[in-house]
């Protein structure tokens, strides 16, 4: 029992270090694109489409009623931008999100 769990202690160690070297890659990968003109212009666009930042709620117009799953959709296109942004410096950040 107790090579069963070293085993799995040495493999879940593996998985978090090859996790974290594909987090510093993405993050170095993100950085270098939004150092482009055309890398921020598709990053800026990503946000605006993914609607970071504006209301994900949607309603019936004549009802004011919340229709809950184009609400849970306008959520799901957010969270892919907000998991891209987990890896953007902050001045990325600023160049993506406020430089508009």
């Known amino acids: 029992m107790g090579e069963l769990k ?5 493999a879940n160690k593996v998985k978090a270090e090859v996790k974290e070297k594909q987090s510093k890659i993405l ?5 270098e694109i ?5 890398g921020t212009v598709v990053l ?12 994900n709620t949607v309603a019936n117009i004549q009802t004011g ?25 902050k001045k990325t950040k600023i160049k993506v999100e406020l430089n508009d």
């Open 6 to 10: 070293s085993k799995l202690a040495s």
């Open 27 to 31: 993050f170095e990968s993100i950085q």
């Open 34 to 38: 939004a150092n482009t003109e055309a």
């Open 44 to 55: 800026k666009h990503l946000r605006k489409f993914c609607g970071f930042g504006e209301s």
């Open 65 to 89: 009623e919340i229709n809950i799953q184009g609400t849970l959709h306008n959520n799901q296109f957010e969270e892919v931008y907000k998991n891209l942004r987990t890896y953007m410096s």
